[in-house]
């Protein structure tokens, strides 16, 4: 009976009248804190509203230089808050001055942003050949000065094409085996040889002087495989010897004879008599077949040579055919649409095949695939299977090659040589030639691209060594050429 009549404390309906009033007074006391500040409830937004939000929050992160409002360290509208709350003033960012006290930019890092194409920036740039002279070995004790060389000549294109670049660095690497002698602490002549000898090489090559093709990439990567398959108690001079006529093996079968065989197979589409052959700058192979076909076959036809600024590789083409007696008419790229009534066959040459049946070859290609189709004209393009590619490829964004901005800007495209060194521009400084500044033009971008893709659907066949196939035969011979499946 005692418990019951105890006031009960609560806060329920029985509650003592004091207790609920301390109770009140203590949640009263909590309200009336000065020192802190409860900030509003933020309204609920609707999914337009927040989107036009986040949109703005992106402009004014984009006008801010990439950053966000508010950061610390910020060159542009920063600001920072003190205990107190107060902010301090902005600081502005650096100006380089001039004589006169006039501010302005750094003009060499405004070119360099300005006159880059947004949309191909992620490629690699074009190495300067007048700063990448070849350097003498004193300069650079661990790179070889045939690799030098060689790099220097592939900066300045005067080795041009997948079949002759694959060749010269095979060859570069056939004389440093011949030169070269493991050190006498080393343990394994393979590790030595692969990371020492052939990985600086190929990566001086890549990064110094000009991005590697694929050609070059699987010769490197069937050197390397030859390198490890080796057997470590073998002797180095017999080591070596096996290198050596791997290598040559690899030049004779994937490169020589593949070309005679690829000649064969594309040179039996040739009519005896009357046929047009066109073909698009220059290919090693193309030229090979066109040569064989009038001069062992005896077979009558005329060759249209398409070419287009600024390597103008099709003049070497050109010379090649001119001296060999077969009619040549020699055009440029823009001309084509006309002449495309005359043409029977297209021969084209390809820098790489993707795994999807694309072909990768010199810029301008699929345009002469394009108007080929629309024609109904069929097109064969000749590539060996050594230019393979694992990749799947669908445009020429992802992965390209850029060239020299200048090579576009030089109006005059005559060579004093075969080696693609070009002379400088005849109206160069002259009133009205917009190329001549075009760097200090600030709505003028030049891009020079190296390569496109040619879709599968524009190709009639791919003529290899092993015979004419459709495009998509092209991972059919990939996966049976695989070192998987060859060691099965």
Request: proline share 6%; aromatic share 4%; glycine share 8%.
């Amino acid at each position: 009976m005692a418990d019951e009549s105890r006031p009960k404390t609560d806060g329920g309906p029985s509650a003592a009248p004091g207790s609920t009033a301390a109770a009140g007074g203590k949640k009263k006391e909590k309200k009336q804190r000065t020192d802190v500040v409860v900030p509003p409830k933020k309204p609920k937004l609707s999914k337009a509203e927040r989107r036009a939000l986040q949109e703005a929050q992106r402009a004014a992160k984009a006008a801010g230089g990439g950053q966000k409002p508010g950061r610390k360290g910020d060159r542009g509208e920063a600001q920072t808050s003190s205990g107190d709350g107060s902010r301090k003033t902005p600081r502005k960012p650096e100006e380089n001055k001039i004589e006169g006290g006039t501010k302005m930019k750094d003009s060499a890092d405004a070119s360099i942003g300005d006159k880059e194409v947004s949309l191909f920036s992620h490629l690699p740039k074009p190495k300067d050949a007048d700063t990448h002279l070849v350097p003498s070995p004193a300069n650079n004790n661990s790179i070889h000065p045939a690799i030098q060389t060689l790099g220097h000549l592939y900066q300045t294109h005067a080795i041009i094409g997948g079949n002759a670049r694959c060749r010269a660095m095979l060859q570069a690497f056939a004389l440093l085996l011949q030169t070269y002698t493991p050190p006498e602490t080393s343990r394994d002549f393979r590790h030595d040889l692969d990371h020492s000898l052939l990985k600086p090489a190929f990566q001086y090559w890549t990064t110094q002087c000009r991005p590697h093709s694929v050609s070059m990439g699987n010769a490197f990567s069937f050197l390397k495989l030859a390198v490890a398959n080796l057997s470590r108690d073998l002797a180095w001079d017999a080591a070596r010897d096996h290198l050596l006529e791997s290598i040559e093996a690899y030049v004779t079968e994937r490169i020589e004879f593949a070309g005679k065989a690829i000649s064969r197979h594309a040179g039996s589409k040739i009519a005896p008599s009357g046929d047009v052959v066109l073909v698009y700058g220059k290919s090693e192979v193309i030229n090979r077949l066109l040569l064989d076909a009038a001069l062992v076959d005896k077979k009558i036809f005329r060759v249209i040579v398409v070419d287009s600024r600024p390597m103008l590789e099709g003049r070497d083409t050109l010379e090649i055919l001119s001296r060999a007696g077969i009619p040549c008419t020699y055009v440029l790229l823009n001309a084509l649409s006309y002449l495309m009534r005359d043409v029977t066959k297209v021969f084209l040459g390809g820098a790489a095949l993707m795994s999807n049946g694309s072909v990768l070859s010199r810029i301008g290609t699929a345009c002469v695939a394009l108007l080929a189709n629309s024609n109904r004209i069929p097109l064969l393009v000749a590539c060996e299977t050594y230019k393979i590619c694992s990749r799947v490829q669908l445009e020429s964004i992802t992965s390209n090659e850029l060239g020299d901005a200048e090579e576009v800007a030089c109006t005059d495209c005559a060579r004093t040589a075969s080696s693609n060194r070009w002379r400088e521009p005849v109206g160069e400084g002259k009133d009205g030639d917009i190329l001549s500044d075009w760097k200090d033009q600030p709505n003028l971008k030049l891009l020079n691209l190296m390569y496109d893709l040619t879709p599968p659907d524009y190709v009639t066949g791919i003529v290899t060594e092993v015979g004419i196939l459709p495009p998509s035969s092209v991972a059919v011979l990939l996966r049976e050429m695989s070192p998987e499946n060859s060691a099965k």
